[in-house]
C-alpha cells in the first residue's frame, strides 16, 4: 500500500502544452508538499499545502498552479509548458516537525 | 533568507572508511534535523533525524551530530559500503521547507 502515490511516473510533452500531475497520500499527513529536481539534483520547493490552505508558494511562475481537492490530495497543473519546465517533479507529506514522505516523482520532459 | 548549506558537495571514500557530510543553516529556531538519502533514480528517503534536545543519535552504521550553537549539524557513516553511494540533503525545520544543496557520496570497491 504506497504511502504516496504520483501520476504519470513519466510524461512527454510539447512545448506550449498543458498537463497534470497527481497526488495522492493515504498517511493522514497534514501538509503535501511539491518539489522541483532539476538535472543538478537540487531540490527546490514550490508549494506546500496545509489542510487546503497554501501556506507557501516560492517564486513559482504562474503556470504552475496546485490544485487541493481535500487532505489526502495535492495536484499540480502546468499550463503552457516550456522547455525549462524539464525536472523531476516530487510530490511529499509530512506531519509538523517530521521527516517527509516523498512520491516516487514524476519525469517531465518538455520537447 | 533561507540559507542551507552542504559540504563537500561530492566525495569519494574507499569501501570500509567513514564518511562525514556537515551541514549548516541559519534560522536558529529550527528544532528539527533530518537528513536523506537519494539513491539513483529513487525518491529521496528519511535515513536518520535528531532533535534540538540532544545531540548525537546513532542507528547502526550512521549518525547524526548537532551543534545548535555553531547553528551544523552532520551525518556519519561508518564502514561504508557501495550501497552507501548516493546523494544526501539535510533539511532542517523552519527554514520554510528548504533542503541543502546535496552531498554525492561514492563508496568506492
Known amino acids: 500500500d504506497t504511502a504516496v502515490s504520483q501520476t504519470p511516473k513519466y510524461l512527454v510533452t510539447q512545448m506550449g502544452n498543458d498537463k497534470s500531475i497527481k497526488c495522492e497520500q493515504n498517511?493522514?499527513?497534514?501538509?503535501m508538499y511539491w518539489y522541483k529536481q532539476d538535472s543538478k539534483k537540487f531540490l527546490k520547493i514550490m508549494f506546500s499545502?496545509?489542510?487546503?490552505?497554501?501556506?507557501i508558494n516560492e517564486t513559482v511562475p504562474n503556470r504552475f498552479s496546485p490544485k487541493s481537492p481535500d487532505k489526502a490530495h495535492l495536484n499540480l497543473h502546468i499550463n503552457s509548458l516550456e522547455l525549462g519546465d524539464s525536472a523531476v517533479y516530487f510530490c511529499?507529506?509530512?506531519?509538523?516537525?517530521?521527516?517527509?514522505?516523498f512520491g516516487s516523482g514524476t519525469r517531465l520532459t518538455v520537447v | 533568507g533561507e540559507n542551507v548549506e552542504q559540504h563537500p558537495s561530492t566525495l569519494s571514500v574507499q569501501e570500509g572508511d567513514s564518511a562525514v557530510i556537515k551541514c549548516t543553516y541559519s534560522?536558529?529556531?529550527?528544532?528539527?534535523f533530518p537528513w536523506y538519502k537519494q539513491e539513483l533514480g529513487k525518491r529521496p528517503q528519511l535515513i536518520i533525524d535528531?532533535?534540538?534536545?540532544?545531540g548525537e543519535k546513532k542507528d547502526q552504521r550512521i549518525a547524526v551530530t548537532l551543534n545548535k550553537t555553531a547553528k551544523h549539524f552532520s551525518l556519519h557513516i561508518t564502514e561504508t559500503q557501495p550501497e552507501d553511494s548516493a546523494v544526501y540533503f539535510c533539511?532542517?525545520?523552519?527554514?520554510?521547507?528548504?533542503f541543502g544543496p546535496g552531498t554525492r557520496l561514492s563508496v568506492l570497491p
Open positions: 511529499a507529506s509530512g506531519q509538523g516537525d517530521y521527516g517527509y514522505t
Open positions: 498517511l493522514g499527513h497534514d501538509t
Open positions: 499545502y496545509n489542510n487546503k490552505e497554501l501556506i
Open positions: 534560522d536558529s529556531a529550527s528544532n528539527y
Open positions: 535528531i532533535r534540538s534536545n540532544v
Open positions: 533539511a532542517p525545520y523552519g527554514q520554510n521547507f528548504v
